[in-house]
């Protein structure tokens, strides 16, 4: 018995004490910074995030909220090698901030995923903590000047004293989800947000990330560059107003890894010395894979090392597919849109979607597609191209190309460069050899056929501004000159003009025939001729100048004694000079004379006319005296 109340005495104080833990477990403090939830319930409180997350002892799925702003100082592992971990951090609405470790040294890496371990950031608002400033001005101003000497350091300017990123801020081998998610104010001279490791998966969905630089280097937004990495933009997410340099700005891609854009915006990003200022694809089937979304108003810069500062650029066993989206309006000062490197291994895949408006400022044959390599391009039927063309090699089109395509053959040995079902309808400009015959498929080519020696002859495009040429092309034509030889202008037309050719649109500096170095547009300005018209009366002919198109002002009517006159020859109401000198003959007639039966037939007639007439008025007076009575 007494054994029995010491046990019971014994198992209430261990409960009443358990609570009390419990209890304290629960409690808040002014130092709490996190929460956990389990299954829809709160089981524990923290005061930093790394505390919460060294709590977590098992596989399953734990929300931790922030609670107020979160400053990291210490790098965060999930999961490890032989732990798997599956965390939600819901941001809550509060900040992450980069904290100091000591001095001014700031903490470069804040987390590390391993393998098979996932990490979902929910309504994350990261802050750099480095407002870095950026001269746009000084930044359009040298690329337009195309010197080829534009370093990073001449635009951009990061505040003294803040955080300069030494590492990656996620070092991703398992799963990370970035979603509603807002990053920004982040600047690095090398390093970026995301470093996609082997097998690892990066989804960034109605996420944004704004004003951040990887100054010198690559991958701002995701470096998947080991073995068969993955990353996704997907939602409503954007990329913009970022800064970029190296290998792959926005998106570097490596060792048979894969970024997939099924959605979203990349927009006014800006990059110097750069290989790709969205994207860069190197090694064997590393691809940038487009099946929605908008790439626009991205600017490259050629700097001190040159770099192939188009927006998407694939380098040697990289590949680029587009099955949908668009991508318009870049710039750059070597490619526009699409660079596909001079290595038989670069691949490109136009399936569906829209490429327009985009600017190559060296080159514009290069402004929205640019094939370096040998090779077959084939255009998909949902496919359309809004702009310029430029293949070493041949292109079977099944789209639309609304624009102009050169193509570079000479020294292989393809005789039928362009085929397909689709239609091409600005100018193809076929370079090949002299002794090679060329077979086009004229059917999709609705332009001009340009046929070139080399690249070194001249080019020369003429606007016809209402003309017409000998080939019924009413636009305009191109022709090709050697550099030595003096540019005629070829042949056009208009009723009643003569032509004149013009270096300007506005036409105020006339073109005279001579010898041209660079590739140039001529514009047509038409006069309206001179004719003579002439009126021929009897004889006796009066000429007059018009000018074509003048409306014609007869003269009065002639006379002549015992002729009738009845009009003039070949003339119309309201008309107008012709291409043509004209003469109006004019037409008269024999007055015949009035004989003694024909005076009394008209007398006999208006006496007839009269009875009738007062006949007809007596007749309604006594009709209407009847209607008074």
Known sequence: MKKNIILFFFIMFVYFFNNILVDAAFEKSESTSVEIWYDDGIISYFDTLEQAISSITDDKIYTIKFLKDIEITKKIEIGNKNIIRNIIIDGNGYNLLRGKVSGNYYLGNFITIYNNSSLTLNNIKY????????????????????????????????????????????????????????????YSLSKGYVNGMSYSVTKIINSNFTHSASAKSSGLICNVTSTNAECFLEGDSLISNNFVGGNGGIFHIRGNSKVYMNSGTISYNRGVNVNGVIAMMYAVQSSFIMNGGTISNNYGLRGSDNGRN????????????????????NISN??????????????????????????????????????????????????????????NGDILNNGKINGDVTLNIVGTEITNPIDGSGSIKGDVVVYHDTDKEI???????????????????????????GGIDNNGLVDHGLASYNTNEIVTPIVVNKEGHSVEWYLDKDLTKKYEPSILSNKTDLYAKWIPNKYNVSWNINGKITTKTMTYGEIIKMPKKPSINGYKFVGWDNYTKNMTVPDYDITFIAKFEIKVPETNDTVLTHLFLTICSFIVILFSSKLFLITFNKKEA
Do not use: R
Not at 129 to 145: C, I, M, R, V
Not at 165 to 174: E, K, P, Q, S, Y
Not at 439 to 450: F, K
């Open 127 to 186: 802050d750099g903590g480095n407002n870095w400033s950026f001269d746009l001005d000084k930044y359009n101003k040298a690329l337009e000047l195309q010197d080829g000497t534009a370093v990073y350091s001449n635009f951009i300017t990061p505040e003294s004293d803040k955080p300069v990123v030494t590492d990656f801020l996620f070092i991703n081998n398992g799963n990370l989800f970035i979603t509603n998610s807002e990053f920004k104010n982040q």
């Open 310 to 329: 188009g927006m998407i650029y694939v380098h040697k066993g990289g590949k680029f597919v587009m099955n949908g989206g668009i991508i318009e309006n």
């Open 334 to 391: 070597s490619t526009g849109a699409v660079d596909v490197a001079s290595h038989a291994s670069s691949d490109i895949e136009l399936n569906s979607g829209i490429i327009q408006n985009n600017k190559a400022l060296s080159n514009d044959k290069k402004n929205d597609v640019y094939i370096g390599s040998d090779y077959d391009l084939v255009i998909g039927n949902n496919m359309v191209i809004n702009g310029n063309i430029y293949v």
């Open 439 to 465: 077979i086009l498929n004229n059917d999709i080519v609705e332009g001009n056929y340009v046929p070139c020696e080399n690249e070194k002859q001249i080019l020369v495009k003429f606007y016809y501004n």
